[in-house]
């Protein structure tokens, strides 16, 4: 039987963007037919796994020291997958290598990026997660001759019941914006605190690590601005109370500076709500002709565009609404394993 291994030991963090794509690809790929070969996952909590998904895929334990090269795994494996850019773990041996490369904002930062393009240059198949990524590789990076696809992820997103007595913990007290995401300059939070001395109606929910030193510039320029009653940071979040969130949140702000996908528009999408986003990078690739876009960050600028927009969506609710929901159920993480398993198919004959 030959053998897909997957390195995925990214998975241990399903509150980052690599976790949550390492797990809900996983997740699909379960699901799927794989005739002719098996999938091995490689992680550190292997017993987790092995719960929810049984014999559907074999398991390597991940261990530390398999970063270091005279470690690296010796095993032959038919096709190696890499399911990120930045991971460390190699195969020891040359072997049919995929990688997914989901951004390459880390283009000048010169250990990274000598790492990656030794990764280039292993590949037998690219696979980016949009149009963009590929494009900003192409722009940094000389890539090899191989086989490229664009991949795009699935909708985390798929049911949206809340049970009814369900309350957030962090609620604010009047209307609110919501976002989510690092705690980073890339994420650009400090424009949306920027923006609420001029809306005094609405609040702020910020999710996600509120522990790193951008969240403290953040909250420090929250209590400059007088405004630290409105911006709630209620840290990283369950999927329940994320759903919450969106759910009852006025609008969806997202003015992220660089984004490889971006998959909470795409979430908030599936709420019908209205969204907000940068006009930059893959953005507007995700948010489609019906997303609200900021051209740049200055608070006038930016309350402008939300207000317009709010007008907007509101004169016809119905229409948005209903667009928003089709476009999120467009990215399905089932298709999105098609795919993948498809180009596996594509080395392994």
């Not at 976002?179 to 809306?199: H, M």
Request: glycine content about 4%; aromatic content about 14%; proline content about 5%.
């Amino acid at each position: 039987m030959k053998q897909v291994f997957l390195e995925s030991h990214n998975i241990k963090n399903k509150f980052s963007g690599f976790g949550q794509f390492n797990y809900h690809l996983i997740k699909a790929l379960a699901k799927q037919e794989t005739t002719g070969f098996e999938i091995i996952l490689h992680a550190k909590d292997t017993a987790s796994l092995k719960e929810e998904f049984g014999s559907v895929f074999k398991y390597k334990k991940y261990q530390n020291i398999s970063r270091h090269t005279p470690f690296r795994i010796k095993k032959r494996y038919d096709v190696w997958h890499c399911l990120n850019q930045n991971i460390k773990i190699e195969p020891f041996f040359k072997t049919p290598y995929v990688l997914t490369v989901h951004d390459v904002h880390f283009a000048t930062e010169a250990k990274l990026k000598d790492r990656f393009n030794l990764k280039l240059q292993r590949a037998t198949a690219i696979i980016y997660i949009s149009k963009f990524a590929k494009k900003d590789t192409h722009a940094n990076f000389k890539v090899p001759k191989v086989p490229e696809y664009v991949i795009y992820n699935g909708n985390t997103i798929t049911a949206i019941e809340i049970p009814e007595a369900y309350v957030s913990k962090a609620l604010p007290k009047q209307k609110f914006l919501f976002s989510i995401g690092a705690f980073t300059q890339r994420k650009n939070f400090k424009s949306l605190v920027r923006i609420l001395p001029l809306l005094p109606e609405y609040d702020l929910v910020l999710a996600g690590d509120n522990t790193t030193k951008y969240a403290d510039e953040l909250k420090a320029l929250a209590r400059e601005l007088g405004v630290q009653e409105r911006v709630h940071t209620p840290g990283k979040i369950q999927d329940l109370a994320k759903y919450y969130y969106l759910q009852h949140c006025e609008a969806f702000v997202f003015p992220s500076l660089k984004e490889g996908f971006g998959i909470p528009p795409i979430e908030a999408m599936r709420f019908g709500k209205p969204i907000f986003i940068s006009n930059n990078t893959s953005l507007p690739e995700i948010g489609g002709e019906h997303s609200f876009y900021w051209d740049h960050y200055s608070p006038e600028y930016m309350v402008h565009v939300l207000k317009e927009g709010m007008l907007k969506f509101h004169s016809q609710e119905e229409f948005y609404t209903q667009w928003y929901i089709t476009r999120a159920k467009s990215f399905d993480w089932n298709e999105t394993a098609k795919q993948y398993i498809d180009v596996y198919q594509s080395i392994l004959s």
